[in-house]
């Protein structure tokens, strides 16, 4: 059974940096490309990064570029998501996603998110 | 505001039959696949409709996607309690050196 459980959120001050991980089981990590989307409270869902299975290829949202970088090491089957210069219009819970193939928006795993709240 | 449109609400009663629209453009739907996604208060996401019309295993023959052009559409037939929730469009954007694009989200009540 696939599982992803993120951690490392909690409350950062403006300006501030964090790093998301997101562990994963019950698949094969390497072969699968991987996303992280996030949800500003009462909210909708925003695409925020995404990171080939292999050849290192990501992607960014506007908002994030420059600010955020993703990553994985296979050999420890975890994704992810350093954040710098945090502002408050980050605050929001944080999911990494599994991409079935192809398009990284074709999500069909999620974990159960790890909240960030960027307050001073 | 959100790059693909979708209504922010919707609403039909038990057994009926109810349609989500999600409008994008040439650059993301017109281009790519489209996906939608439930989200039942307090819980992650859950994949309904893949590459158009694609249902994962497990999600019920009632969900049903199409599109057409740079618009897609998530149906719902035989409406339930249960199917009261948020829905999301997505689909990849090919501008901006490529970014993933999700709707609003439209929220669907069960009357």
């Known amino acids: 059974e696939v599982h992803l459980v993120e951690s490392g959120g909690g409350l950062i001050q403006p300006g501030g940096s964090l790093r998301l991980s997101c562990a994963a089981s019950g698949f094969t990590f390497s072969s699968y490309a991987m996303s992280w989307v996030r949800q500003a409270p009462g909210k909708g869902l925003e695409w925020v990064s995404a990171l080939s299975s292999s050849v290192g290829v990501t992607y960014y949202a506007v908002s994030v570029r420059g600010r955020f970088s993703i990553s994985r090491d296979n050999s420890k089957n975890t994704l992810y998501l350093q954040m710098n210069s945090l502002g408050a219009e980050d605050t929001a819970v944080y999911y990494c996603a599994k991409v079935i193939s192809g398009w990284y928006t074709d999500l069909d795993y999620w974990g159960q998110g790890t909240l960030v709240t960027v307050s001073s | 505001q959100s790059v693909l449109t979708q209504p922010p609400s919707a609403s039909g009663t038990p057994g009926q039959r109810v349609t989500i629209s999600c409008s994008g453009s040439?650059?993301?739907?017109?281009?790519?696949?489209v996906n939608w996604y439930q989200q039942l208060p307090g819980t992650a996401p859950k994949l309904l409709i893949y590459?158009?019309?694609q249902r994962p295993s497990g999600v019920p023959d009632r969900f049903s996607g199409s599109k057409s052009g740079t618009s897609a559409s998530l149906t719902i037939s035989g409406l339930q309690s249960e199917d009261e929730a948020d829905y999301y469009c997505a689909a990849w954007d090919d501008s901006l050196n490529g970014r993933g694009v999700f709707g609003g989200g439209t929220k669907l009540t069960v009357l």
């Open positions: 040439s650059s993301n739907i017109g281009s790519n696949t």
């Open positions: 590459n158009n019309n």
